[in-house]
């Protein structure tokens, strides 16, 4: 797992990085809000940021702010650390799009626990990813026949959509994954099948006679 750290301050700083590769993830360093946002929008961003809330350039709350409202880090998992600790600087935080909230100095056990549970978040969005992914896949491939289908008691033709007659095997064909191979049911074998076989047989004998 790649986790992006935002901080200014170098000790905080390296406070994070050296605690975050001792939990073995890797570490994705910048110094203040819009380097970061840069990072996020990188090809393979991380997945996990912790940005702090005051930075120069662009704050955190800004940071998460665009991330919302950009589709390729809209399922970034943000943790915002900060000094402030009023509830209304957590409501601000969470309004603004962190998904969580630390106040500083930060202890490093609330840390770690609070990085397993966004990591178990970004796990489940993925695996509900790849199952909508697939059902799309599924659902792709499959069509469906629905509704009232008119048909003709004789021949068996199907009036389509457009008000035109059309033989079973094609309207069912285009309007399903069936296909159809053709063959004789022992009925009919008996009643078309026998007599025609009987006529071509009489007919080759009168054309030798």
């Given at each position: 797992m790649r986790i992006l750290i935002?901080?200014?301050d170098p000790t905080s700083r390296k406070v994070l990085e050296t605690?975050?590769?001792?939990?073995?993830?890797?570490?994705?360093?910048?110094?203040?809000?819009?380097a970061a946002w840069q990072?996020?929008?990188?090809?393979?961003?991380?997945?996990?940021?912790?940005?702090?809330?005051m930075m120069p350039g662009m704050?955190?709350?800004?940071?998460?702010?665009?991330?919302?409202?950009s589709d390729s880090t809209k399922?970034?998992?943000?943790?915002?650390?900060?000094?402030?600790?009023s509830k209304e600087d957590i409501?601000?935080?969470?309004?603004?799009?962190?998904d969580d909230y630390l106040t500083k100095p930060i202890n490093s056990k609330e840390l770690q626990a609070r990085?397993?549970?966004?990591?178990?978040?970004?796990?489940?969005?993925?695996?509900?990813?790849?199952?909508?992914?697939?059902?799309?896949?599924?659902?792709?491939?499959?069509?469906t026949l629905q509704g009232l289908l008119p048909i003709c008691s004789y021949c068996k033709k199907i009036r389509n959509d457009q008000n035109y007659w059309e033989q079973m095997e094609g309207y069912i064909t285009k309007h399903s994954e069936a296909v159809f191979s053709h063959s004789i049911c022992p009925e009919c074998y008996e009643k078309y099948a026998k007599s025609q076989l009987k006529q071509?047989?009489?007919?080759?004998?009168?054309?030798?006679d």
């Open positions: 935002a901080e200014d605690l975050l590769i001792k939990w073995g993830y890797d570490v994705v360093i910048t110094c203040d809000g819009k990072v996020l929008q990188g090809k393979d961003s991380p997945k996990l940021a912790i940005l702090d809330w704050e955190g709350v800004e940071v998460c702010r665009k991330a919302r409202n399922t970034t998992y943000i943790i915002l650390i900060t000094a402030k600790g409501v601000e935080g969470l309004q603004a799009g962190a990085l397993q549970v966004g990591i178990r978040i970004l796990e489940l969005q993925k695996t509900v990813a790849d199952r909508v992914t697939e059902l799309e896949e599924a659902l792709s491939h499959i069509k071509y047989k009489m007919t080759q004998k009168a054309q030798r």
